[in-house]
């Protein structure tokens, strides 16, 4: 692996790639169908790229040997749009020669379909990456601590000192940073074996609420209590925020959103919790725990 392009790198997932890449020694470029529109940090590149195109692909892909997949969530996005990129990817770098494909599904992805369709549409995109000819990595983390400072989450931390996320209080969750992310795909991509293979991802503690909220305190250095938001609140929170003022959108993402997180709260074993021991041992990682991003994060900046 010697000059990687980060697909989707004008995204937060995308841009901690670039960012690992650049200091592991990699000639690094991201792309985006706009990339005069972003800055990329240090000395990456900028290629102008759209999925859809499929005849420009190919050229597009040409000067690299490992792309950095990052795709949209079909929970807020068409999934049929997500699956015609993806199968033009795989055509254009087989065809340009490239030699691996690492693709962060940016969510759990489990062995089967479960009828949720942002892991459903994951889940096909990687039969098909492990399925085609050039190989492929699958990288699935459970969920990103940093979407604690998203608008879903922040406002309550910052006004009232509350954790409040739709997990119950008994829920152990193995929070991940977008960096150890980032970190973990270019292990895995630089290692022969871990090709055609699927691995979930965490971070190295699986905390329950109140838990994660300690940590948070300690972090921060202020008080931070957990609250169990209920799951239709936060569905419906999330509709409004990720469908544009279309009503009819709105209710679609709250509907999908209410079941998976029903799920992700009832099943067993957790989606949300994972064994990193044994990638941490194998690679040598160092995982960022919730107190230590929490102090590298500032709540008010």
């Given at each position: 692996m010697q000059n990687v392009i980060v697909i989707g790198a004008s995204g937060d997932q995308g841009a901690a790639q670039l960012v690992a890449l650049e200091q592991a020694?990699?000639?690094?470029?991201?792309?985006?169908?706009?990339?005069?529109?972003?800055?990329?940090?240090?000395?990456?590149?900028?290629?102008?790229?759209?999925?859809l195109d499929g005849e420009h692909l190919q050229r597009a892909l040409a000067p690299f040997d490992t792309v950095f997949l990052n795709l949209p969530s079909a929970s807020f996005n068409p999934a049929e749009h997500i699956l015609r990129g993806a199968d033009n990817l795989i055509v254009a770098a087989t065809a340009a020669g490239v030699e691996r494909i690492v693709f962060n599904a940016s969510l759990y992805v489990g062995d089967a379909p479960n009828g949720f369709v942002a892991h459903d549409t994951r889940f096909k995109i990687i039969e098909r990456l492990i399925g085609g000819?050039?190989?492929a990595t699958a990288v699935c983390p459970v969920?990103?601590?940093?979407?604690?400072?998203?608008?879903?989450?922040l406002p309550s931390l910052r006004e009232r000192g509350v954790l409040s996320y739709p997990h119950a209080e008994t829920l152990p969750v193995s929070w991940v940073s977008l960096g150890d992310v980032a970190s973990i795909m270019v292990a895995l991509a630089t290692s022969p074996d871990t090709a055609n293979q699927k691995f979930v991802?965490?971070?190295?503690?699986?905390?329950?609420?109140?838990?994660t909220a300690a940590a948070l305190s300690r972090g921060w250095d202020t008080p931070i209590d957990f609250e169990s938001l209920p799951i239709p609140v936060f569905a419906e929170r999330m509709g409004a925020l990720f469908a544009g003022g279309n009503a009819g959108k709105a209710a679609t993402i709250a509907d999908e959103l209410a079941r998976i997180?029903?799920?992700y709260n009832e099943a067993a074993p957790s989606p949300f919790t994972v064994d990193m021991t044994p990638l941490v041992d194998r690679f040598g990682l160092e995982l960022t725990t919730v107190e230590q991003w929490a102090a590298a994060n500032p709540l008010r900046s």
């Open positions: 020694g990699f000639d690094v470029a991201g792309a985006s169908r706009d990339p005069a529109r972003h800055s990329f940090p240090g000395n990456v590149g900028k290629v102008q790229l759209d999925l000819s050039v190989p969920i990103f601590i940093d979407n604690l400072l998203r608008d879903w989450a991802v965490g971070g190295p503690q699986a905390l329950k609420g109140p838990e997180y029903s799920w």
